[in-house]
């Protein structure tokens, strides 16, 4: 799971950032509210931990301007406000949740879980399904009917988005990013190579069908052949 977090006070941003961390999940972090949207748009995220009052683009501007764009990823907003008027203009705005600080590192914890459960298809211990395909975060593998596909690092986290986003077309660009992120010293080619070993790992099983080329754009995962 990869998380966006824009926060502007910056021992508040390590810590939350090492939180999550020791959790299992990814982090990427934007200090100001104009590169917190540009990361933000890249459609790669799982959940955007977002503060209200930032400089550049506000906390609320952002959520306006991603919900506009169909941008549908659970969003929860931090905020030093505490009045109702305040919560009532976040979550009008477009925000799942509202969390004002201080807070404990336990409920932020639970409400992020909360929201990213509420794909349907991820359980309370972050394991994906669909069809014969999960992934387990436990053992870091993906599965064909229980069957270990005994997957590397990469193909891991390329077969976790394609399962969190099923049959949702992705972009070869929101896969790198998602997979390699931006500051590595490689180029988007590198997606159809590991997209080929994984099809050669579920072909063992009858089930490379289930990733799916769109021709010119990417790929998506989806059962019907």
């Not at 961390?21 to 459609?43: F, I, K």
């Not at 992705?170 to 997979?179: K, M, N, P, S, Y």
Request: one cysteine or more; charged letters at 30%; aromatic letters at 6%.
């Amino acid at each position: 799971m990869r998380i966006l977090l824009v926060e502007d006070d910056r021992p508040l941003l390590d810590a939350i950032r090492q939180m999550f961390e020791e959790e299992s999940y990814a982090v990427d972090t934007a200090e100001n509210g104009d590169d917190g949207e540009m990361l933000a748009t890249q459609g790669i995220y799982d959940l955007i931990v977002l503060d209200i009052m930032l400089p550049g683009t506000t906390g609320l501007e952002i959520v306006q301007h991603l919900r506009k764009r169909g941008l549908a990823t659970p969003i929860l907003l931090l905020t030093a406000r505490d009045s109702v008027e305040d919560r009532v203009r976040g979550l009008d705005a477009g925000a799942d949740d509202y969390l004002v600080k201080p807070f404990a590192v336990a409920e932020l914890l639970a409400r992020a879980r909360a929201l990213l459960r509420r794909n349907s298809s991820v359980n309370p211990d972050g394991d994906i399904t669909y069809g014969p395909l999960s992934i387990r975060s436990k053992s870091r593998d993906g599965y064909v009917d229980n069957q270990p596909l005994k997957l590397t690092a990469k193909e891991y986290k390329l077969l976790e988005f394609l399962l969190i986003n099923a049959e949702q077309i992705l972009t070869r660009e929101q896969i790198f990013d998602r997979v390699w992120g931006f500051e590595v010293d490689t180029n988007t080619s590198v997606v159809d190579v590991y997209l080929h070993y994984l099809r050669k790992k579920l072909a063992v099983h009858g089930c490379d069908h289930y990733i799916q080329t769109v021709r010119g754009v990417g790929c998506m995962l989806r059962g019907n052949a």
